[in-house]
């Protein structure tokens, strides 16, 4: 079993990477993790639903077939930690080779990503910018497997 964060962009944003990279080596202790950047479309702002297209479009391509896939968006399911750590752990023991949960770029996903995704995972009721929410997933992460092996980390 296989994790993953798939987003679009952060790659110039240092306090991003550098958070990153400590929850990158937190997340390997218990089990294979990657984060995979995606580079924003190269489309001006004012062509939003095109750069949302494009860069759903980009993601797609890097899930495969047997993939589990997650999408962050407000939109989604809200789970607290235990909930979201249950449902992880249902995915790892179900047999799945790679969990892959997903960011989006500052546009959201297209239709046909929600539409790939087999659940979409609400971080907050608010609109988050999509580096705070590839932060927030990071910890996320973090906090449910730390539930999964009860590691102290969770207080609740």
Not at 114 to 125: F, K, N
Not at 141 to 150: D, E, G, H, Q, S
Request: glycine residues 6%; aromatic residues 8%; charged residues 25%.
């Amino acid at each position: 079993m296989k994790l993953a964060l798939l987003t679009i962009g952060g790659h110039k944003e240092p306090w991003l990477l550098e958070l990153s990279a400590e929850y990158e080596r937190k997340i390997r202790h218990f089990v294979p993790f990657e984060v995979i950047r995606q580079k924003p479309a190269k489309l001006d702002r004012s062509s939003g639903s095109a750069k949302r297209e494009a860069e759903s479009q980009t993601l797609l391509k890097s899930i495969a077939k047997e993939d589990l896939v997650i999408l962050c968006d407000e939109r989604g399911v809200p789970l607290d930690s235990l909930r979201f750590s249950n449902r992880l752990v249902q995915a790892f023991e179900r047999g799945r080779q790679r969990v892959v949960v997903v960011v989006g770029g500052a546009f959201g996903a297209s239709e046909d990503l929600r539409a790939r995704a087999d659940w979409i995972w609400s971080l907050s009721p608010l609109v988050l910018n999509h580096h705070i929410a590839q932060a927030v997933a990071l910890e996320q992460l973090y906090r449910a497997l730390t539930i999964w092996r009860n590691i102290p980390y969770h207080n609740e």
